[in-house]
């Protein structure tokens, strides 16, 4: 894979778990059980972990209770709240299985990059949602969370393109 695919992949990913950490983590996972990551043996290699079968299952499972909770404009900022937390580092791990295979520097500063986009991506999205909370009727919050879930999906399929 070459340089700048690593780049844009790292970029997309990481700005993704800043959206829907625990979407990025369970379709990473899936991707290394599907193969996509066996055109880069290097790359994929430390992405495995996320292919268990325990951890694969509690994405899923994690992905589901925040798909259902982040349609509720009562539950969504409690749980963004939590999130402030979570995201940041699905982001930081993200950047660090993309460059661990290049040196633990470059990984390092991945997961310190890949945290900071998360966060800033997550903040951006926890402050436009809470405005819509307190003053949109339910189904704007349903239609933007809908969406958020669109874009995430579509950018990661798109990262993964550009990684096969």
Same mark, same amino acid.
């Given at each position: 894979?070459?340089?700048?695919? %690593?780049?844009? /992949?790292?970029?997309?990913?990481?700005?993704?778990?800043? @959206?829907?950490?625990? =979407?990025?983590? #369970? !379709?990473? &996972?899936?991707?290394?059980?599907?193969?996509?990551?066996?055109?880069?043996?290097?790359?994929?290699?430390?992405?495995?972990?996320?292919?268990?079968?325990?951890?694969?299952?509690?994405?899923?499972?994690?992905?589901?209770?925040?798909?259902?909770?982040?349609? %509720?404009?009562? /539950?969504?900022?409690?749980?963004?709240?939590?999130?402030? @937390?979570?995201?940041? =580092?699905?982001? #930081? !791990?993200? &950047?660090?299985?993309?460059?661990?295979?290049?040196?633990?520097?470059?990984?390092?500063?991945?997961?310190?990059?890949?945290?900071?986009?998360?966060?800033?991506?997550?903040?951006?999205?926890?402050?436009?949602?809470?405005?819509?909370?307190?003053?949109?009727?339910?189904?704007?919050?349903?239609?933007?969370?809908?969406?958020?879930?669109?874009?995430?999906?579509? =950018?990661?399929?798109?990262?993964? &393109?550009?990684?096969?």
């Amino acid at each position: 894979m070459d340089t700048l695919a %690593t780049i844009v /992949f790292f970029l997309v990913v990481c700005a993704c778990c800043g @959206l829907r950490c625990w =979407l990025v983590l #369970a !379709l990473s &996972g899936t991707a290394v059980h599907l193969g996509w990551f066996d055109r880069v043996p290097d790359m994929g290699e430390p992405f495995v972990i996320l292919a268990f079968s325990p951890p694969l299952i509690a994405f899923f499972i994690l992905h589901l209770v925040e798909f259902g909770i982040d349609k %509720t404009p009562r /539950f969504d900022s409690r749980l963004d709240r939590v999130h402030a @937390l979570v995201r940041p =580092l699905a982001g #930081a !791990l993200m &950047g660090w299985l993309t460059f661990i295979h290049l040196s633990l520097l470059a990984a390092l500063a991945a997961a310190v990059i890949g945290n900071v986009i998360a966060l800033v991506v997550h903040f951006k999205k926890a402050r436009f949602r809470k405005k819509l909370n307190e003053k949109k009727p339910l189904f704007a919050t349903v239609g933007v969370s809908l969406a958020e879930d669109v874009v995430a999906g579509l =950018l990661l399929w798109f990262a993964f &393109g550009v990684l096969v």
